[in-house]
């Protein structure tokens, strides 16, 4: 069973800036494509951010131009930077990864950013 961990959530002023990092565990990393959601209180997840497995990466439209997402094979990671950080961020931020040859997808447990002055 793949495993998945989220790090880098913290408490952020708005304008500021936060990398978080997805580790990737007992699955082969390269054959997923790699994606970030986020879940607000009270609103359903959302697609944050995607990077294939060829590095062909797709953005929802309220993060465009302020977030990134990255991938390593090598080290088996996600990465998603976020800057100009903005209250609306303010969510539990998932990893995700999924096989698009079989639908088999793993999810991580999340971890917590608050945008907040």
């Known amino acids: 069973q793949g495993q998945l961990v989220e790090s880098g959530g913290a408490l952020v002023q708005p304008g500021g800036s936060l990398r978080l990092s997805c580790a990737a565990s007992k699955f082969i990393f390269s054959r997923f494509e790699m994606k970030w959601f986020r879940q607000a209180p009270g609103r359903e997840r959302e697609l944050v951010a995607s990077?294939?497995?060829?590095?062909?990466?797709n953005y929802g439209d309220s993060v465009k131009g302020r977030f990134t997402i990255t991938r390593s094979n090598q080290e088996r990671t996600s990465s998603l930077e976020m800057n100009d950080l903005r209250p609306e961020d303010t969510a539990v931020y998932y990893c995700?990864?999924?096989?698009?040859?079989?639908?088999?997808?793993?999810w991580g447990r999340g971890t917590q950013v608050t945008v907040s002055s």
């Open positions: 995700n990864a999924r096989n698009p040859l079989d639908a088999v997808e793993y």
């Open positions: 990077i294939g497995r060829s590095y062909l990466t």
